[in-house]
């Protein structure tokens, strides 16, 4: 198996991307421990886990809040004793109560919402496990990004934050190169999942834009995600740090 005797710790575990990674990553061989601000949803991706032989450990936390990132990476250090991979994959998009538009009609407060839940919320759990990673001379760092990182897709603040993302990762593997660490990016498109879906209805034509923007005539799957995710965080990546893997049907080629 590809994690075998591997810890690796997701942010956003209870739905989409992050659940479709930690069910993936358990399969591999991986003790997983998820994190987010809703325990019902931690435990219904737990209870897959362990259905299947695995082991899941649910750590309710807010991202924003520092305190809780560092009890985050101690509750795992407790339990499994080390750190492996951290996937940095909790954010806000579409479904959040924030407003994803121009920067005319983005009221500061979003701004501010949306930087602290996606991009604040990475340098938090990088500093809680770094110091970790450093002392064993290894680990893997994969953030989750976004083609709105990348090309230009509107609403302003979220893809500030992913460009942000972008070049903290790079920063974070120049840095961290000499430890044994790699850190990379994963940048889906739309992908299918609860945070989007309440834009289906909301957003006039959003489901039809994003099923047929890429070369390939769909949205990205979460488990779309969570293979590419797969591959970088295991040692079959092992010479690969700094990078951007798109994961967007080939729209950012178009």
């Not at 198996?1 to 992050?18: F, H, P, Q, W």
Request: aromatic share 6%; with cysteine; proline share 4%.
């Amino acid at each position: 198996m590809r994690l075998e005797n591997k810890v690796a710790v997701i942010t956003g575990g209870g739905s989409g991307i992050g659940r479709a990674s930690a069910v993936r990553f358990a399969r591999e061989g991986a003790k997983i421990a998820i994190a987010g601000r809703h325990p019902d949803k931690l435990e219904e991706t737990a209870k897959i886990i362990r259905d299947e032989g695995g082991d899941c450990l649910c750590c309710p936390t807010d991202v924003r809040n520092e305190a809780q990132v560092r009890c985050l990476a101690e509750r795992t250090l407790e339990e499994y004793g080390k750190i492996d991979i951290l996937f940095n994959n909790a954010g806000v998009g579409y479904s959040a109560p924030y407003v994803m538009d121009s920067t005319v009609k983005t009221p500061s407060e979003d701004w501010d919402a949306i930087l602290s839940i996606n991009l604040r919320s990475v340098f938090y759990a990088c500093k809680a496990v770094l110091p970790h990673m450093i002392q064993r001379q290894s680990g893997v760092i994969l953030n989750c990004s976004s083609i709105n990182g990348v090309i230009g897709c509107g609403a302003d603040a979220y893809s500030a934050s992913k460009g942000g993302i972008n070049a903290l990762s790079r920063a974070l593997a120049v840095d961290n190169a000499k430890y044994g660490i790699r850190v990379n990016v994963v940048s889906p498109a739309a992908t299918d999942t609860p945070m989007i879906q309440s834009a289906y209805e909301e957003v006039e034509g959003f489901y039809d834009y994003w099923s047929n923007a890429a070369p390939i005539k769909r949205m990205a799957a979460p488990e779309d995600v969570a293979n590419a995710a797969l591959f970088l965080v295991s040692d079959e990546a092992g010479f690969i740090t700094g990078q951007n893997l798109m994961v967007d049907g080939g729209l950012s080629i178009c």
